[in-house]
């Protein structure tokens, strides 16, 4: 996805709420400010445009995010809000499970977990502007959640699939993620979780991965190795490039994921799922849907 100018405004706001909460030394703040600007600055003016691939929303995000750990020595910013997503989210895993389990008919029990899944991106922390639900209050919203796009289809390629790769967004969410993995696993399917390397904002990164539980509901879990907001090609693993081209398909959760993947998909080279809530302007207006929407898009699906 190219950047928007809601995106700009968007990098700044959020990195403005980070260094408010970490820092409490008001010239301290004016410096860390002074550094993302000044990056920001430079980005935006080697770009020949908006089209221009160095502009990509969540590259930019993810070099801003790295300049707050860098000035404030916190490595893992969000650490608390990730242990406390994942713990409300364990809260609501068995009753989830039961749910799902009670369904007989298999496409709709492959569309409820698909939603409950969808429902888990809700848990966000890093877009301006958005205030995510408490997290015992998800659940709520399940039954009645209206998800738009290509949801047959995306039943249909997950059923025909035998390996998938799911790329994973936050935490907490990742707990909600487990129960798409075990329909999926329940019907033979070999089902491999990426997460992050090191911290981005209060996505789940491999040190998070235990707390979620995500060795109960996937054959492996699989770190990017970097901090990196998506699976970025020049800093991931060679290995996991070759994993993710070696799957029937890819599901690629939340935003940031949307945003990265839709620049490099026919490099993969397979088909991909993207599975979001839009919870900003410029991924509503990039998918052409309103805005607070669950979407579920399938591209590259002529490719195999």
């Given at each position: 996805?190219?950047?928007?100018?809601?995106?700009?405004?968007?990098?700044?706001?959020?990195?403005?709420?980070?260094?408010?909460?970490?820092?409490?030394?008001?010239?301290?703040?004016?410096?860390?400010m002074r550094l993302i600007i000044e990056?920001?600055?430079?980005?935006?003016?080697?770009?020949?445009?908006?089209?221009?691939?160095?502009?990509?929303?969540?590259?930019?995000?993810?070099?801003?995010?790295?300049?707050?750990?860098?000035?404030?020595?916190?490595?893992?910013?969000?650490?608390?809000?990730?242990?406390?997503?994942?713990?409300?989210?364990?809260?609501?895993?068995?009753?989830?499970?039961?749910?799902?389990?009670?369904?007989?008919?298999?496409?709709?029990?492959?569309?409820?977990?698909?939603?409950?899944?969808?429902?888990?991106?809700?848990?966000?922390?890093?877009?301006?502007?958005?205030?995510?639900?408490?997290?015992?209050?998800?659940?709520?919203?399940?039954?009645?959640?209206?998800?738009?796009g290509d949801v047959e289809p995306c039943?249909?390629?997950?059923?025909?699939?035998?390996?998938?790769?799911?790329?994973?967004?936050?935490?907490?969410?990742?707990?909600?993620?487990?129960?798409?993995?075990?329909?999926?696993?329940?019907?033979?399917?070999?089902?491999?979780?990426?997460?992050?390397?090191?911290?981005?904002?209060?996505?789940?990164?491999?040190?998070?991965?235990?707390?979620?539980?995500?060795?109960?509901?996937?054959?492996?879990?699989?770190?990017?190795?970097?901090?990196?907001?998506?699976?970025?090609?020049?800093?991931?693993?060679?290995?996991?490039?070759?994993?993710?081209?070696?799957?029937?398909?890819?599901?690629?959760?939340?935003?940031?994921?949307?945003?990265?993947?839709?620049?490099?998909?026919?490099?993969?080279?397979?088909?991909?799922?993207?599975?979001?809530?839009?919870?900003?302007?410029?991924?509503?207006?990039?998918?052409?849907?309103?805005?607070?929407?669950?979407v579920i898009k399938l591209s590259n699906?002529?490719?195999?």
């Open positions: 996805m190219k950047v928007y100018t809601n995106c700009i405004a968007c990098q700044v706001q959020v990195r403005f709420k980070d260094i408010e909460r970490l820092v409490k030394d008001e010239d301290r703040r004016f410096e860390i990056h920001l600055d430079n980005t935006l003016s080697s770009c020949r445009s908006r089209l221009d691939s160095r502009c990509v929303p969540t590259v930019i995000a993810t070099n801003l995010f790295r300049i707050v750990k860098n000035a404030t020595g916190d490595k893992d910013p969000y650490r608390e809000a990730k242990k406390q997503a994942n713990k409300e989210a364990l809260k609501l895993y068995k009753g989830l499970e039961n749910l799902v389990e009670s369904i007989g008919d298999l496409r709709d029990k492959l569309y409820t977990a698909l939603k409950i899944s969808l429902v888990g991106n809700l848990i966000d922390l890093g877009v301006a502007g958005y205030i995510a639900p408490e997290t015992s209050k998800v659940i709520d919203i399940v039954n009645d959640l209206e998800v738009l039943l249909i390629t997950l059923l025909k699939s035998k390996k998938i790769a799911m790329i994973l967004d936050n935490a907490g969410e990742a707990v909600f993620d487990r129960i798409l993995a075990n329909v999926l696993r329940s019907e033979g399917k070999y089902v491999v979780a990426i997460v992050k390397g090191g911290a981005f904002q209060n996505d789940v990164t491999y040190l998070d991965a235990e707390d979620a539980g995500l060795r109960f509901s996937f054959d492996e879990v699989y770190s990017t190795g970097t901090d990196a907001s998506s699976v970025f090609i020049e800093e991931v693993d060679e290995s996991l490039l070759e994993i993710l081209k070696g799957v029937d398909v890819v599901v690629s959760k939340g935003m940031a994921n949307y945003e990265y993947i839709t620049e490099i998909e026919l490099l993969l080279g397979v088909p991909i799922i993207y599975m979001l809530i839009a919870k900003c302007l410029p991924v509503a207006k990039d998918l052409g849907v309103p805005l607070g929407k669950a699906y002529l490719v195999r």
